[in-house]
């Protein structure tokens, strides 16, 4: 019960003091985003809550795609719960936790955790390639409103795709690119033979070999990977939704649809670039630059509360559950090996 208690208390934690910090740089227009926040009816906060909910079950199902040859018994349920157990890591562990909290949940399953980690990787440098292309193409179709209404953002934009397009490549090459994997190896190879070591030994070169097969399967089904990308332009676009909403449940009518999914599109570009703690900072910080001048500071702060809440903060206390669930999952494991040691 306290290890399952440690994780959840420390993102309690965290989020708290980084809301603090929140609550402290808008201070000056604290009361009037209390206001602005105050006329949002209940009913329609829980409807946004609800979109913002729609974003981890497109992502489960573009896992199910990518993990159905390697795993053909895998169902979306649990595809739905890696989706919210990467939320829960990307809190709990200020984003390093995501991915080796994913593959652990899958290795319960039967995949191996070189083979999980190489397809989670991959999935999230598929997400990173398409936030990039959904960047480009709301720019090419209204990037001329916005150089004409905002003209100090052509530095973050550029900074977005040179570091979005980093990770996209080190990403693809940490997975597939066979001198990282000789290296590793090789490393491995002057670890001592002795004891329990020479099993680990066996097992991790299993798992890095595993981890580079597995990846160029992927990467060579062109089909799979276009449609795992078309799910994740689905989310991208209920996200930037959820923008929209938060925008119209505040009465404010300046921005239409379409500027709103460049806005925020770009949003995220850039919020990619900055480095975060836990996902929070970089999202705020972009999301009032680029709001204010069509909003005003305390109208974009508001709308940015309520995109964060239906796309972080909700999915986060979603996720605690799931956490949960895959505790008691781990536990229930454990007394089985037990049994079946005891048996033999």
Known sequence: MEN?????????????????VLMLLFHGQSREILQCLHTVPTLSLLRLLLLGLSCPLLEAIALWVALRPQMPNVTLWQTLTASFLGIFGNVATMGAGSIPLQSWYFSLYGLLPGAGVGMMTLCYALQKLTILIYATVMLIFQGGWLHASNLNLSRYILLGYIVCGLIILALILLCTWEKVQKLALWC????????????????????IEVLRTQSKVLL?????????????????????????????LLGLEQLSFGQVQLLSAVMVLIAGAIPNVGGVG??????????????????A???????RMASYFFPFLVSILFFVSFHCLVQQKKKQQAENRRRK
């Open 301 to 307: 702060a508001s709308a940015m509360i309520l995109y």
């Open 220 to 248: 060579t089904d062109r089909g799979r990977c276009g449609a795992v990308m078309l799910l994740y332009a689905g989310k991208y676009c209920l996200l930037y939704t959820v923008s929209y909403y938060g925008v119209s």
């Open 4 to 20: 399952r208690r440690k994780p959840v208390i420390s993102s309690v934690i965290t989020l708290a003091a980084l809301t603090l």
């Open 282 to 299: 970089p999202a705020e910080f972009a999301f009032t630059l680029l709001y204010s001048p069509y909003l005003g500071r305390a109208s």
């Open 188 to 207: 491995i190879g002057k670890l001592p033979d002795t004891g329990k070591w020479a099993k680990r030994k066996s097992e991790w070169s299993k798992n």
